[in-house]
């Protein structure tokens, strides 16, 4: 038996399954039959991997799950994901939000990106080790993916949990949405708190931000100009620039 299979095993693993039933009951996010084990036996294969690479911060089961599962499902109890939505994890590490969210929305499809390729290893390993069906993995940087023809534009949904400044994460999901389509930001404030320069931003990409929170919305009212996205630095250089509040916020 290996670290994962040990620690997912037992009186722990059902203590575990039984907090993320009570977070679900009390959030109002229906986990299907089987989830909150596959979300448990994640946790702990994160935990496992991490002996070998760096994925998280978590030293400890409890905290594996309530860090990489409930706080990567919080958007479900605010945001309707209905059948058949089509969604990109950006900057997904060892597979955090998008993994959790799989488990959660089987009848959704996914893709996980990721441009470090060990990271996208695990993710790959963890997806068949779960017999996940509905998530995909690609290792590139998310600029090189928002300008390839069959993703740009055609997505329902982009989540974003701890990949770079608000003003970037903004630059780097729109163009990857439809009209139509919404981001969410993972973060403690919401979207009526962010300051002009945001939201001139998200306005200059065709987004709009959604009031509420926690968490922002950000809905694409428009096709993004196709000059977007620019590299990384550039955006990350003229955030700094502008001296933008939230620049490091996720």
């Known amino acids: 038996m290996n670290r994962a299979e040990e620690l997912a095993d037992g009186a722990m693993f059902h203590v575990e399954q039984n907090r993320l039933l009570s977070w679900a009951g009390r959030s109002g996010v229906e986990l299907g039959k089987g989830a909150p ?6 946790a702990a294969m994160v935990l ?19 860090t990489l599962v409930v706080e990567s ?24 939000p998008g993994i959790p969210l799989a488990l959660a929305r089987p ?27 509905n998530l995909t993995v690609e290792c590139k940087r998310v600029e090189e993916m928002a300008r390839v023809e069959r993703w740009r534009g055609s997505l329902d949904m982009v989540f974003s ?14 163009p990857l949405l439809k009209i139509g389509g ?7 404030r919401g979207g009526e708190e962010l300051v002009d320069a945001l939201a001139d931003q998200a306005s200059s990409l065709r987004g709009r ?8 919305v950000v809905e694409k009212l428009g096709a993004t100009p196709n000059s977007r996205p620019r590299r990384y630095p550039a955006i990350k250089r003229e955030a700094e620039r502008l001296g933008c509040e939230w620049k490091n916020e996720t």
């Open 37 to 42: 084990a596959l979300m448990v036996r994640y």
């Open 48 to 66: 496992e991997a991490n002996t070998r690479q760096n994925l998280t911060g978590c030293s400890t089961l409890t905290e594996a799950v309530e």
């Open 73 to 96: 499902l919080e958007p479900l109890a605010r945001l309707n994901v209905p059948r058949g939505t089509r969604y990109a994890d950006i900057g997904s590490g060892p597979g955090v």
């Open 107 to 133: 009848d959704a499809f996914g893709v996980l990106i990721e441009a470090q390729a060990k990271r996208a290893e695990f993710m790959e390993s963890a997806i068949r080790g779960l017999s996940i069906a």
């Open 161 to 174: 949990r701890a990949f770079g400044p608000v003003y970037v994460v903004l630059e780097m999901a729109l």
């Open 182 to 188: 919404r981001l969410y930001i993972y973060s403690r």
């Open 209 to 216: 931000i959604v009031p509420g929170g926690p968490g922002v």
